[in-house]
């Protein structure tokens, strides 16, 4: 592999990454907080539609954007009522996010753009652009740090950087602050939170809510930077791989971001190797290459992750003693 397709797949490994790396991210504030939530994969479909729905009207990528992040907020919400307040099943919650999206979705985008369940595309003011960072273009030229810095580095949607830069802003939140403390602690012991006089309850909502935002850019990242509209399902079981990927860090963020990068990675590798010819074999089938991320998913974390812990007091709501 020469130095230029290295570059290229490394590229596109950024791309794929970041939304599974901002979908890690807000798993791990609600996991952390005891709130279990497979409704990542729902939360990123709705904001991608409201998104894509609302840069399409208004030709905005920054109302689009917030009303992706909205709409996410406000499914979080919806799914944190349903597991905090009414202590409800959170893995029965996140299934039913999930459901809900995949067909509200399509429905809506049929009956409001009448294409099929797709949004229209998007004009240039609709979604974002590429931002070239400065002396980009004028390092080009230098040997291996130029291509690296103007076509590695530089070139990427705004939503890459503020992926990759949540990454030590969580750390920093987590471990350094007494917010990140007490939400690590209502994750493990939320009884012993409850006697020390802070509110278990409002803790986990704020978790939720960081989730959800978090949800809302990922979403966002699929169909106004990424892509240019909404299509069905364009998610497409992204939410699951950030899961994976959480369980696969243990619930730490830079792990997680490393993860998230190897998964971006396979992601690149199985497009670079479609129509990929073996000595034996002939051409590998595109079907087969495309399922080689899922397929190593399942390995990674059937044989390499070893014991994985999650929060104690995950996935059990939390009932206050008289």
């Avoid at 539609?49 to 954007?65: E, H, I, K, P, Q």
């Amino acid at each position: 592999m020469d130095f230029a397709i290295m570059l290229s797949v490394l590229d596109a490994t950024l791309r794929l990454s970041t939304p599974l790396l901002l979908a890690c991210l807000a798993g791990l504030y609600s996991e952390r907080a005891g709130v279990f939530d497979i409704g990542l994969e729902g939360k990123m479909l709705f904001a991608a539609f409201g998104a894509a729905a609302v840069a399409a009207v208004t030709g905005s990528m920054w109302l689009g954007l917030l009303a992706g992040i909205s709409v996410s907020v406000t499914t979080a919400l919806l799914q944190g009522v349903a597991a905090i307040s009414l202590k409800g099943n959170q893995l029965i919650a996140g299934v039913a996010i999930n459901m809900l999206a995949a067909g509200l979705t399509t429905f809506l985008g049929q009956t409001w753009f009448h294409q099929g369940g797709r949004t229209p595309p998007l004009g240039e003011g609709g979604r974002f652009p590429q931002i070239t960072l400065p002396f980009a273009d004028e390092l080009a030229g230098v040997p291996i740090i130029g291509p690296i810095y103007a076509e590695l580095i530089s070139g990427h949607y705004i939503l890459v950087y503020i992926a990759f830069l949540a990454v030590p802003i969580t750390a920093f939140v987590l471990y350094r602050t007494r917010f990140g403390l007490r939400l690590r602690a209502v994750g493990e012991n939320p009884k012993a939170v409850d006697t020390a006089g802070i509110s278990v309850v409002a803790l986990r909502y704020q978790a939720v809510l960081i989730t959800g935002v978090l949800c809302g850019f990922a979403g966002a990242y699929f169909s106004i930077a990424q892509g240019s509209g909404f299509g069905n399902n364009m998610t497409a079981g992204k939410g699951f791989i950030a899961l994976a990927a959480l369980i696969f860090a243990k619930w730490k963020p830079v792990p997680a971001m490393f993860t998230c990068l190897l998964f971006g990675f396979l992601d690149a590798l199985q497009i670079r190797l479609q129509n990929f010819e073996l000595p034996v074999i002939g051409v590998v089938p595109v079907q087969a290459i495309q399922a080689l991320p899922y397929v190593l998913t399942v390995v990674l974390l059937a044989g390499f992750i070893g014991k994985a812990v999650g929060p104690k007091a995950g996935g059990v709501p939390y009932t206050k003693e008289r």
